[in-house]
């Protein structure tokens, strides 16, 4: 076997081992990694060796290299899903076998923006219920929530009765939303909502935007939901045509 043959190899196992470690709780979510010196000493390689073990592992996204700092566990998702699978984020936040909860920061009634018109089409009303949640797992906040809706369909008096606003729709105005038009967009740091989902400065966010439909094609529902992304991660399914 040739030097860059076993090279290779030495690289693959011990990536390998690295995850296996990873998995088996020896390194903690958020901890900081030893040196490469320490560890390329600790898993028996050359130093060049772990240094592409760890670039392939921050490429994998499982490792965070932050600058001037050093090397830390990524978080794993604990959820996982097609973003063409709708779902409130209650119902993805039990899917993961976690308890939902809910914190209020705000609901009022407000005027619509030009950009609530165009979503929600509605010029037939003055006003719109404003919400924002920060939506917890287990108690940890993982989603920071702002909802819109035509003030009419919402009872503002019965928020706090229920988790999810899809539930408290549907039960109000008997209206059932059958399908969202989705955009996703990475967010940089927000000095607001960040701090409050214990993002990292350099840490990202992911904004879902969806307007949500009836049956009969009717914009019910205009939401932002900020998704850490140390707990979610979305995929497409893509067919081929």
């Given at each position: 076997m040739s030097y860059e043959e076993n090279s290779h190899t030495d690289m693959e196992k011990t990536l390998l081992t690295l995850k296996q470690d990873i998995e088996n709780g020896f390194f903690q979510e958020k901890e900081k990694l030893p040196s490469v010196f320490e560890l390329a000493k600790n898993y028996q390689v050359s130093y060049e060796t772990m240094k592409e073990v760890i670039q392939l592992a921050v490429n994998e996204?499982?490792?965070?290299?932050?600058?001037?700092?050093?090397?830390?566990?990524?978080?794993?998702?604990?959820?996982?899903?097609?973003?063409?699978?709708?779902?409130?984020?209650?119902?993805?936040?039990?899917?993961?076998?976690?308890?939902?909860?809910?914190?209020?920061?705000?609901?009022?009634?407000?005027?619509?923006?030009?950009?609530?018109?165009?979503?929600?089409?509605?010029?037939?009303?003055?006003?719109?219920a404003k919400i924002e949640r920060v939506r917890t797992a287990d108690g940890d906040?993982?989603?920071?929530?702002?909802?819109?809706?035509?003030?009419?369909?919402?009872?503002?008096?019965?928020?706090?009765?229920?988790?999810?606003?899809?539930q408290l729709l549907e039960e109000h105005s008997e209206m059932r939303i059958s399908y969202a038009v989705a955009f996703i967009e990475p967010i940089s740091y927000?000095?607001?909502?960040?701090?409050?989902?214990n993002c990292q400065p350099d840490q990202a966010m992911l904004l879902l935007k969806q307007i949500h439909y009836t049956e009969s094609d009717e914009p019910v529902l205009f939401s932002e939901n900020y998704f850490r992304p140390d707990v979610f991660r979305f995929y497409v399914v893509r067919q081929r045509t």
């Open positions: 996204d499982i490792l965070t290299r932050r600058a001037g700092v050093g090397v830390f566990i990524n978080s794993q998702p604990i959820f996982s899903s097609g973003i063409e699978q709708l779902r409130s984020v209650t119902k993805m936040i039990q899917h993961a076998g976690k308890t939902p909860g809910t914190q209020y920061v705000s609901a009022d009634i407000v005027n619509p923006t030009k950009y609530d018109y165009q979503y929600l089409r509605s010029a037939e009303t003055d006003k719109i906040p993982v989603v920071y929530c702002i909802d819109k809706v035509n003030q009419q369909l919402l009872p503002m008096s019965q928020l706090h009765s229920k988790h999810s606003i899809f927000d000095e607001k909502i960040s701090p409050i989902l």
